[in-house]
């Protein structure tokens, strides 16, 4: 009896929620054998390659999505990888495609300036910042333990935006 294309992403799905990535992983191939324009199983591979720091890998996955729909998170997770790679323009050229779209996206902008900071804009940086805070009071928090914050984090800017 051959299992369903939707069997199986239920149960990676499950796999993923039970914190077995790489289980899930083996699975989202198999659909993919199958199917590999499944953009269900593109997008789940692509997010567990970030998961497991295999940007390179998990941006070949978005680009198949992208190649396929305009899909948006699939562009917002490209640009994260390509931040985690250091590719800093690259990411920053994503995410405002993304605000293109959605251009007050909480997320989104979180991680423009993010990128922005990596890359030494680091007032236009805490700018954007400023703003997301604004539009999403939880990302006070989530930048105040941010690692990726973690050289600004003295700058009287930094702490007026997240004290």
Not at 12 to 19: E, H, I, K, V
Not at 129 to 155: C, G, Q, W
Request: glycine share 4%; proline share 2%; with cysteine.
């Amino acid at each position: 009896m051959s299992e369903t294309i939707e069997s199986l992403v239920n149960y990676g799905q499950t796999l993923m929620n039970l914190g077995n990535p790489k289980d899930a992983l083996v699975i989202y191939n198999k659909i993919l054998e199958q199917d590999p324009d499944h953009i269900i199983a593109l997008m789940k591979s692509g997010h567990i390659l970030g998961q497991l720091a295999r940007y390179d890998q998990a941006i070949i996955q978005y680009n198949k999505v992208l190649s396929l729909e305009n899909n948006l998170l699939a562009l917002l997770n490209k640009g994260l990888a390509h931040h985690y790679l250091g590719e800093l323009e690259t990411a920053l050229d994503c995410y405002d495609k993304v605000l293109k779209e959605k251009p007050n996206n909480p997320t989104t902008l979180y991680n423009k300036a993010s990128s922005l900071i990596k890359s030494g804009k680091i007032q236009e940086g805490i700018k954007i910042l400023s703003e997301v805070i604004k539009l999403d009071f939880s990302f006070k928090e989530k930048a105040k333990y941010d690692v990726e914050f973690e050289n600004i984090r003295k700058l009287n800017e930094f702490k007026q935006i997240t004290v």
